[in-house]
C-alpha cells in the first residue's frame, strides 16, 4: 500500500467560457488549497456546444504558471500527436522554469478525431497512435537533458489510458503518475497488469502515483459521491490523486470542499 499522500486535483475544462472566467477560477482553486490544477488538450468543446469558447491547452498553462505560487499545474492531457516531441519537451521546460518547477506533463496518445481533421493532422488509427506516444516519450525525455538551462527538477510525467498491452507499459516504462477513470474491479485488475509491467521493467509500482477522475460538475453532469463513500475504496485500492472535472462559465467549485476536508483528515493521521 503506497503512503503518498492524498492529493486533490481540479481540472478546469477550457470550454463554454470566457478567459477572464477561467482566470478567477484559477484564483479560487488555489485558495481553497487544491493540489494540482488542470485543464485539457483540444481545441473545440466536448460537451455543449460544439462550436462554443474554447482555448487553447500550452498557452494557458504559462499563463497559469505566473498567476499561481503553490499549486502544481497540468494538461489531463497533452495529445501527443499535436507537437513535435522535442518542441513540447521544449515547452515544458520553459513552463516548469515560469512555475518555479510546479509543471506535471500530462500526455496521451490523442482520440478527438474533430481536432485532427480540422487542425490538418493525420488521424491515424488508435494503435498508430499509441505507437506514436511510445516513439515520443524517449525523445522528450532525451531533449531535457540536452536543454540549457535544464528544467528546474525531473520534471513529473503523468501519462492517461488503461491500455493493457501498450499504455500501461508505457506507463511503467515513463510515468510518474498514471491517470484512469476506472474504478472497483476493474481498477484493481489495471493495477495489477501495471504492477506486472512494473516489474518486467524494474520500476516498483509505489513509484508511480495512482490518480483517478472520481467526477464533478462537468460533461457528466454527475456529482461525485461523498469521498468516504467513493474515495475510501480507490485510496484501499491504491489511489492517491483524485481529480474532479468542472465545466464553465461558473465554475462551481464547491465540489471540490468536502474532498479538501477529506484529504486533510487522512493525511493528519497517515
Not at 475510501?232 to 462551481?252: N, Q, S
Request: hydrophobic fraction near 40%.
Amino acid at each position: 500500500m503506497s503512503d503518498r499522500p492524498i492529493r486533490i486535483g481540479v481540472q478546469l475544462h477550457p470550454q463554454q467560457a470566457d478567459y477572464a472566467q477561467i482566470r478567477e477560477a484559477v484564483i479560487r482553486a488555489e485558495e481553497m488549497g487544491v493540489d494540482v490544477l488542470f485543464n485539457w488538450d483540444h481545441f473545440y468543446p466536448l460537451y455543449g456546444d460544439e462550436d462554443g469558447k474554447h482555448f487553447e491547452c500550452w498557452t494557458m498553462l504559462a499563463a497559469w504558471a505566473e498567476q499561481t505560487s503553490r499549486v502544481e499545474i497540468g494538461a489531463l492531457v497533452t495529445c501527443n500527436s499535436y507537437r513535435n516531441p522535442n518542441l513540447l519537451a521544449d515547452m515544458a521546460r520553459t513552463v516548469d522554469h515560469i512555475s518555479d518547477g510546479r509543471l506535471i506533463l500530462g500526455i496521451g496518445s490523442g482520440w478527438a478525431e474533430r481536432d485532427y481533421t480540422e487542425y490538418g493532422y493525420p488521424f491515424g488509427t488508435g494503435g498508430s497512435r499509441l505507437d506514436d506516444l511510445g516513439e515520443a516519450l524517449p525523445v522528450i525525455e532525451a531533449r531535457w537533458g540536452q536543454l540549457h538551462p535544464a528544467p528546474t527538477r525531473k520534471i513529473p510525467v503523468l501519462i492517461g489510458g488503461g491500455g493493457e498491452k501498450k499504455t500501461l507499459k508505457f506507463v511503467a516504462r515513463h510515468a510518474d503518475i498514471w491517470h484512469t477513470f476506472v474504478q472497483g474491479d476493474d481498477l484493481a485488475h489495471k493495477i495489477d497488469v501495471l504492477r506486472g509491467h512494473c516489474a518486467s521493467e524494474g520500476r516498483d509500482l509505489a513509484d508511480i502515483e495512482i490518480s483517478v477522475g472520481v467526477g464533478g460538475r462537468g460533461r457528466e453532469g454527475r456529482l461525485p459521491d461523498a469521498p468516504e463513500v467513493e474515495g475510501r475504496p480507490l485510496h484501499d485500492l491504491g489511489a492517491r490523486l483524485f481529480t474532479l472535472g468542472i465545466g464553465g462559465p461558473d465554475y462551481d467549485l464547491s465540489v471540490a470542499e468536502p474532498w479538501i476536508a477529506w484529504r486533510d483528515a487522512l493525511n493528519a493521521v497517515s
